[in-house]
């Protein structure tokens, strides 16, 4: 399934790697035994699916149960130390370790939770792996579902993984947590240069949602003419992943900064359209993602010739591209207005993945000033990248790094 591995290492399922008392390896309880009616604001805390991002458990809204009600759940409680991996979502199966200063909580129902044989496996290296290539390969084998993809907890139990002797695990995940830091430091950096280019753009243009300036006012499907986007593919599979076209994720764009290390190998067997191929100078919008970054925008300043746009990015196709700057649009679809608007418009109902539909895209109303204060935007926008210090370049790491090391 990996290809020869290195003698001292081996395959083992899942199953295998849970720990042998009752309970380890679980999903949450049915609706009927968990409802919203026993949620409370203090309590046994409740894991929630939104909780769970690639090996980091970051609870948004805190919500509770009784010490009562948790005992009579205490076959889904979840303890320190525990892997939480969601079962439903886009991708399903994204795991973080629950962290040691959390109370023992409950999952909910689309949760599994494993409690692991820390004498067989290492708790980080395992969240890892499971958020890598190796598995989403078997991970995709096993999903169903469109509108609220998932996996069941009997197939999650068949997903195999590489296991070195314990020291080495140890030292891959040190690597790759290293690399989590650097990747979070390079959010934050990211996130305050963001601040200081929305702070350009409200000095030259206001509020797009208030419009002060009164800057004239058109529909998206006045500058844009189309936004293309590109197939569906299963990864490639197997010994050989060295394939020589790529498909970015959805993930290449949701940092706001174009991501080209976030992709999957794409089946040597399909010939893709040249219109398929990202290219620099490429503003690229996700039409899918949770609610939070349904819409995300990243321009392509550099790209890699064989990277390829999945059916969930799509590229603007503009009407005349000598009339708008697509850095400037690019802010401008941040702006909360536009967010807002975004938000509104998109559909779905699960809060973990949300879709627009480009009729509903093209009938959002946004302010376009003259192309040359769009220029001067941009210019004073470069000035602070150029000047900004300590940012780690794009592509310095990727997700999913179990492959690469």
């Not at 947590?177 to 000095?203: G, H, M, Y």
């Not at 080209?260 to 503003?283: C, I, M, Q, T, W």
């Not at 609610?291 to 969930?312: C, F, I, M, Q």
């Not at 975004?342 to 376009?368: D, V, Y």
Request: proline share 9%; aromatic share 8%.
């Amino acid at each position: 399934m990996f290809g020869p591995l290195p003698s001292s290492w081996r395959e083992a399922s899942i199953r295998d790697l849970a720990d042998s008392r009752s309970h380890a390896l679980a999903i949450g309880p049915f609706g009927s035994d968990l409802k919203t009616s026993d949620y409370c604001d203090q309590g046994v805390p409740i894991v929630f699916v939104r909780d769970i991002e690639p090996n980091c458990f970051a609870p948004k809204e805190r919500r509770y149960v009784s010490e009562r009600k948790a005992k009579q759940l205490k076959a889904h409680a979840v303890l320190p130390g525990d892997l939480v991996i969601t079962k439903m979502g886009t991708p399903p199966c994204v795991a973080a370790v629950y962290p040691a200063n959390e109370a023992p909580g409950i999952v909910t129902a689309d949760i599994i939770k494993l409690s692991i044989d820390v004498a067989t496996v290492e708790r980080n290296y395992l969240s890892h792996v499971l958020n890598s290539d190796f598995a989403r390969n078997q991970i995709a084998g096993i999903t169903f579902g469109i509108t609220r993809p998932k996996v069941t907890l009997r197939d999650f139990e068949t997903i195999r993984v590489p296991l070195p002797p314990l020291p080495e695990q140890r030292r891959i995940a040190e690597v790759l947590d290293r690399a989590e830091a650097l990747r979070a430091k390079r959010r934050a950096a990211l996130a305050q240069l963001d601040t200081l280019t929305q702070s350009i753009f409200l000095d030259l243009f206001g509020d797009p949602g208030e419009n002060p300036k009164a800057w004239p006012i058109h529909q998206v499907s006045d500058y844009v003419a189309e936004f293309q986007g590109g197939k569906s593919l299963e990864a490639e599979s197997g010994e050989n992943v060295a394939a020589r076209n790529r498909v970015l994720k959805i993930s290449a764009v949701t940092s706001t900064e174009f991501e080209p290390d976030e992709n999957k190998p794409a089946p040597d067997s399909y010939e893709p359209p040249s219109d398929h191929f990202v290219r620099p100078g490429d503003l690229l919008f996700s039409r899918a993602n949770t609610t939070e970054l349904v819409g995300a925008v990243a321009y392509v300043e550099r790209t890699p010739p064989n990277l390829l746009l999945p059916d969930k990015l799509w590229r603007f196709v503009w009407r005349d591209p000598a009339a708008v700057e697509p850095l400037f649009v690019r802010t401008l679809f941040h702006t909360p207005a536009v967010r807002r608007e975004i938000a509104r418009r998109a559909t779905g109902t699960s809060g973990s993945m949300k879709n627009i539909s480009q009729e509903k895209l093209f009938g959002i109303r946004t302010i376009l000033p003259p192309l040359s204060l769009q220029s001067e935007f941009v210019r004073s926008s470069n000035a602070v990248d150029t000047s900004s210090e300590g940012r780690i370049p794009p592509g310095f790491m990727c997700r999913g790094s179990c492959d690469r090391l």
